[in-house]
């Protein structure tokens, strides 16, 4: 059975930094696109990085480029996102999700396998 199990979420102050991680069980991530996404509340899930599965191509949305990092652990079978210079408007539910298609795509609906989500909350 496929498992994604996201950690790392809480509570931060702005200007501070997070890193998630997403531990698979039953699937071996290596070879296969992985994406980070996020749901606010009352809003869609919106992709906010995604690494294709040979790690050669990497997106990022406009609002988190040149704050936040997508990488892969092979060895421990787990994806990051570390997340600098977080703002209020990061706080979200965030979720990894792996796509088992071998063709790369960033957008939500062509992912297949989904973690529980973790809560990142950017407060003073």
């Known amino acids: 059975q496929v498992q994604l199990v996201e950690s790392g979420g809480g509570l931060v102050q702005p200007g501070g930094s997070l890193r998630l991680s997403c531990a698979s069980s039953g699937f071996t991530l290596a070879g296969n696109a992985i994406g980070w996404f996020r749901q606010a509340p009352g809003k869609e899930r919106e992709a906010v990085a995604c690494?294709?599965?040979?790690?050669?191509?990497?997106d990022y949305a406009d609002s988190v480029k040149g704050r936040f990092a997508i990488s892969r652990d092979n060895a421990k079978n787990t994806v990051y996102l570390q997340m600098n210079s977080l703002k209020p408007e990061d706080t979200a539910v965030y979720y990894c999700?792996?796509?088992?298609?071998?063709?790369?795509?960033?957008?939500?609906?062509?992912?297949?396998?989904w973690g529980q989500g973790t809560q990142v909350t950017v407060s003073s």
């Open positions: 690494l294709s599965s040979s790690g050669a191509i990497t």
């Open positions: 999700a792996i796509r088992r298609v071998p063709l790369y795509d960033c957008a939500p609906r062509r992912y297949d396998q």
